[in-house]
């Protein structure tokens, strides 16, 4: 069963913004809660990789080429993982996808199905 839901994507200008939504229908708040959570994406022809990351505390950490662009953050008695998408270019052209983060980083849960960010020029 589907344990995380991505949704919020779409086609967007160059310069644009979105906002990622992930949720945890299946999860009670008291699972969700403690996990680190991220977005990751997978451009074309690309590995999928982390792009942002938020502790339980709210502590965030970004890749550089999203740092200053995206913001990641959380609404725990909502199960909700946001990622706030401006000045988009079409390099961040990509399926995103979220998930938790063991502590080794490494994703937690099985993949949900993600939304596709296309930025057009």
């Known amino acids: 069963q589907v344990q995380l839901v991505e949704s919020g994507g779409g086609l967007v200008q160059p310069g644009g913004s979105l906002r990622l939504s992930c949720k945890a229908p299946r999860m009670i708040t008291s699972v969700f809660n403690p996990n680190v959570m991220g977005w990751y994406r997978q451009g074309p022809g690309k590995e999928r990789e982390l792009v942002a990351s938020?502790?339980?505390?709210?502590?965030?950490d970004y890749v550089d080429s999203v740092k200053g662009r995206f913001t990641i953050s959380r609404d725990n008695s909502r199960k909700t993982v946001y990622l706030q998408m401006n000045n988009l270019n079409p390099e961040d052209t990509a399926a995103y996808y979220c998930?938790?983060?063991?502590?080794?980083?490494?994703?937690?849960?099985?993949w949900g199905r993600g939304t596709q960010v296309t930025v057009s020029s």
């Open positions: 998930n938790a983060l063991t502590t080794a980083r490494q994703p937690k849960f099985d």
């Open positions: 938020i502790t339980p505390d709210r502590a965030t």
